[in-house]
């Protein structure tokens, strides 16, 4: 293996290969001639690709390998991108590239750097050459022979939500996730759906490269994760893959120098819009790829979650503590600390009774001083909104208002501070909860999906 040099001063990051075989996608990278950084995806018990399905595959396997890419790019930021399986026509191109510079915003903001005008993939110069989908490919409607679902299941309360609005549509669905985690397989089990786990191999080196001080931050891990599903999606022989991404997911989490950074970028309704059109276009005509929840915002979801009764409560967490690749995770499902805790506690409040909130969590949040810090980002109250998966300022300001006239939480520490020094700030008509419990009408969502949409907004 070649010596490992600092990739920040490289010249180029390279997509070196991608392939296939027996189960295993192989998806290669590098930084100028340095050593190769491989990565592994497995899926399991992998059936033989029928013909009507390769051609998509391969379309599928390519993109992986660009999206999978940002982990690896990020680490050096080289002013040269190479793909050496082709150049890419200009719409997969202007796809990666939004993918990079938007999935990378929050990365680029913590790290004092600015990626506007460096990113930029190969395109072929002239169109219609390698790479360009075939008519055939574009409008195949014969490459699933059935309608199944795939579920991404993440351990918390909005892939349940999800789960539990196909099985009252009537659609035939699998559980699905990526990664080891213990907690959503046992959370997966709990659906009693049948079960994909699929395994993502990061390249050792890439470790090495940020024990030696490469650049290091957030990823738009929910674009690859999308990206491997597509692939699944198409090994397997699922026609849809629905996500649960909430509307919430498309606001900012801050607006620096005229540009806005969002934490959830690649959960939020821009990317999940490109991302479809382009899976049609560019992989399988008849693969749907959506998210069931765009309609509603965190607080409506939270409600239908507690309206599903106790089965899940005793096994979901959100908080993501439990999901480092590296360091210590929480010795419960709930460290208390962080912000995905604070939001959960906060939009769950409103619509369970108070005693099997504190079960669930097993201690009051919202009656502790010392919490107050972290429940002031969530509103935007004296900082900005946490770079966390949670709902927006305005809907956690009004579950704060929700509790605030009920007895048995207005005395709490934090919601007797909210009552008193806080929403004498705020406009009263912005503190009402029933508009964030209203369903949007923006959304990708099929309309064979429809009795599966009306029950969550039930």
Not at 52 to 74: C, N, T
Not at 77 to 96: H, K, M, Q, Y
Not at 145 to 152: F, G, N, S, W
């Amino acid at each position: 293996m070649n010596a490992l040099a600092d990739p920040r001063q490289a010249q180029t990051f390279r997509f070196v290969r991608c392939d296939y075989r027996d189960g295993v996608a192989e998806l290669v990278y590098a930084f100028d001639e340095g050593p190769e950084l491989i990565e592994r995806v497995h899926f399991p018990d992998a059936p033989i690709l029928p013909g009507a399905r390769k051609d998509a595959f391969v379309a599928a396997l390519r993109l992986l390998h660009l999206f999978a890419g940002v982990s690896y790019y990020k680490a050096g930021l080289p002013a040269r991108i190479a793909v050496e399986n082709g150049a890419l026509d200009e719409s997969t191109a202007a796809l990666t590239d939004e993918l990079y510079l938007h999935g990378l915003a929050e990365f680029a903001y913590r790290n004092g750097l600015d990626l506007r005008g460096r990113i930029a993939f190969p395109r072929r110069r002239a169109p219609g050459r390698e790479g360009e989908p075939s008519p055939k490919q574009r409008s195949r409607a014969d490459t699933f022979p059935q309608h199944r679902t795939l579920v991404p299941i993440g351990g918390g309360k909005d892939s349940l939500v999800v789960v539990e609005a196909l099985k009252a549509g009537g659609a035939e669905a699998t559980a699905v996730w990526v990664g080891n985690s213990p907690l959503i397989a046992a959370v997966a089990a709990r659906t009693g759906l049948p079960m994909l786990n699929i395994a993502r191999e990061l390249s050792p080196v890439l470790f090495e490269y940020n024990r030696l001080g490469a650049y290091n931050g957030h990823i738009p891990v929910t674009a690859i994760n999308s990206a491997i599903l597509v692939c699944a999606a198409i090994l397997y022989g699922f026609d849809a893959i629905a996500f649960a991404n909430e509307r919430s997911a498309s606001s900012a989490t801050l607006e620096y120098e005229g540009r806005q950074v969002n934490h959830q970028w690649s959960k939020g309704w821009t990317f999940e819009r490109a991302f479809a059109a382009h899976v049609r276009s560019h992989v399988a005509a008849d693969l749907d790829y959506f998210s069931l929840l765009r309609p509603f915002s965190e607080l409506a979801v939270t409600r239908a979650f507690a309206k599903l009764g106790p089965a899940y409560f005793d096994a979901f967490s959100s908080c993501n503590r439990n999901f480092r690749i590296l360091g210590p995770k929480p010795a419960d499902r709930w460290c208390g600390q962080c912000p995905k805790c604070h939001f959960v506690f906060l939009a769950l409040a409103p619509f369970l009774p108070k005693p099997r909130l504190l079960q669930i969590f097993g201690r009051n949040l919202l009656d502790d001083d010392a919490q107050a810090p972290g429940f002031d980002a969530l509103i935007e109250y004296r900082d900005h909104k946490p770079f966390e998966c949670v709902g927006e300022a305005s809907e956690a300001r009004a579950a704060f208002a929700a509790l605030a006239q009920r007895p048995e939480w207005r005395e709490d520490a934090l919601v007797a501070r909210f009552r008193e020094e806080i929403a004498p700030q705020l406009e009263a008509g912005s503190l009402r909860l029933e508009p964030w419990l209203r369903a949007d009408e923006e959304h990708g969502i099929p309309e064979r999906f429809r009795d599966a949409l009306a029950s969550i907004a039930r």
